[in-house]
């Protein structure tokens, strides 16, 4: 009851919580999460799935930052797959049917599955280069005829 009181009347002592031996770590920021490729492929994995889905570890490709999402180990010989730049990047990474394939300084590779663009649009990491490609949608007659009955 005393310390209600105490409270109420605006007298009650303030001690501030000491940081030493905290463990809560605050919210990351999307401007914290940049990637720094001079680590080896393990410590990227965890730092891309660290990261992943908030604030999504990024870096920046083609002028643009894309976010980073579903890394794995991987351990095999270099797959093919054509080369893609990623600034900070000591070598660059390779789209691969499987995915983005990025490589730590260690030389062994993480294989990242997703990828998002700024404007929020996400795509599998394999089809980056084909990702401006868009089909349009071809109607049979019946398919016409059925959405113009329901227009």
């Known amino acids: 009851v005393e310390a209600v009181h105490l409270i109420a009347d605006g007298k009650a002592p303030r001690i501030p919580q000491p940081k030493e031996g905290a463990t809560y770590e605050g919210i990351q920021k999307k401007e914290n999460a940049e990637i720094s490729w001079n680590q080896p492929a393990a410590a990227l994995h965890n730092w891309i799935r660290g990261h992943d889905k908030v604030p999504g570890a990024?870096?920046?490709i083609d002028g643009q930052v894309v976010t980073f999402y579903g890394s794995s180990?991987?351990?095999?010989?270099?797959p093919a797959g054509q080369e893609l730049v990623i600034k900070g990047a000591s070598r660059p990474g390779l789209v691969t049917k499987n995915g983005l394939v990025v490589f730590g300084s260690d030389g062994k590779m993480v294989?990242?599955?997703n990828l998002q663009f700024e404007d929020g649009k996400m795509i599998p990491a394999s089809k980056y280069f084909s990702a401006d490609e868009t089909t349009a949608l071809e109607l049979t007659e019946e398919e016409k005829k059925m959405a113009e009955d329901i227009r």
């Open 73 to 78: 180990l991987l351990d095999a010989s270099v």
């Open 58 to 60: 990024w870096a920046t």
């Open 111 to 113: 294989l990242v599955r």
